[in-house]
């Protein structure tokens, strides 16, 4: 047996987005009503779910929004969150959309030194703005795409960042 000690993996990163193994996909349609959100928000943290992204937007019914959550836990804790919400007045509908066709997309804005904005170029990253402190940039792409980004910003100084959750539409 040899001397050498292996390696811990490193860490992942909360930007980076791995450790996707048991996430689910949940799309919630909800009423623009005062305090949804948070009304949503309480049903899954009564139940002690980990929420891993999440996002929130219109949708095409005036009055309604569509929430995107991505939860932490296996099939059936999926169906319980599922059923939690749809006890909540303000919800229209619940789709768990894990293992469906869709369309997901995540943004990245990043703010990151002149030097080093070339290689993000090259990446598929936009100028959003210059200025004497850095350059802005974003970039959007599938989970694993925007995860992959990250980590290239770290390599290259980054300076400030934001993630949004993901955005979900089940293809035609």
Do not use: Y
């Amino acid at each position: 047996m040899s001397g050498t000690v292996p390696h811990p993996s490193p860490r992942p990163s909360p930007l980076r987005g791995d450790g996707d193994s048991r996430v689910r996909v949940l799309s919630v349609e909800v009423e623009d009503a005062p305090n949804t959100l948070t009304k949503v928000s309480g049903a899954i943290r009564r139940r002690g779910f980990h929420v891993r992204g999440i996002s929130v937007g219109p949708s095409r019914q005036p009055g309604r929004f569509r929430l995107t959550l991505h939860v932490d836990h296996g099939h059936a804790e999926a169906d319980q969150v599922r059923k939690q919400l749809e006890r909540l007045v303000e919800v229209v509908e619940v789709i768990d959309l894990t293992g469906d066709d869709v369309h997901s997309r995540e943004l990245v804005v990043a703010k990151v030194t002149a030097s080093e904005l070339e290689a993000l170029i090259k990446r598929g990253a936009k100028v959003i703005s210059s200025a004497a402190d850095g350059t802005t940039v974003e970039f959007s792409g599938e989970r694993d795409e925007v995860g992959e980004f990250v980590d290239e910003l770290h390599r290259h100084g980054i300076v400030d960042v934001a993630r949004s959750g993901p955005v979900v539409l089940k293809r035609a």
